[in-house]
């Protein structure tokens, strides 16, 4: 396992990398504390559940659409959504626009 400062982050990526690909799980500190964990992306982790939950997390934060979310979950977008009521995310975004729009035509 090995540790990295913010600051190696900078001058160490390829390293970090690297030791991702080989499977080798890395911390990263700041002032001496933990901040996150490097985990190589392999089957393992696909298989934990790891990748719905940062499907969620990056449709929580409007990084991918819906689709791509599921897509990314490996799972079908109905099941998706069911995941997001679950965690209480709505699958449902309107701007007020839309939504005015969207009231407006069905009233």
């Known amino acids: 396992m090995g540790t990295f400062t913010v600051r190696d982050l900078r001058e160490r990526t ?11 799980l890395s ?29 969620v997390k990056l449709y929580e934060e409007e990084v ?19 995941r997001l009521s679950k965690a209480g995310i709505s699958s449902v975004r309107y701007s007020a626009e839309e939504l005015e729009a969207e009231l407006t035509a069905i009233g």
């Open 64 to 82: 991918l659409s819906l689709g791509k979310a599921a897509k990314f979950a490996g799972c079908p977008v109905m099941e998706f959504t069911e």
């Open 14 to 24: 390829g390293e970090l990398i690297r030791d991702a690909e080989t499977g080798e």
């Open 27 to 55: 911390i990263v500190t700041k002032h001496g504390r933990p901040v996150f964990i490097a985990i190589p992306f392999d089957e393992k982790v696909v298989e934990s559940g790891v990748s719905m939950a940062l499907a």
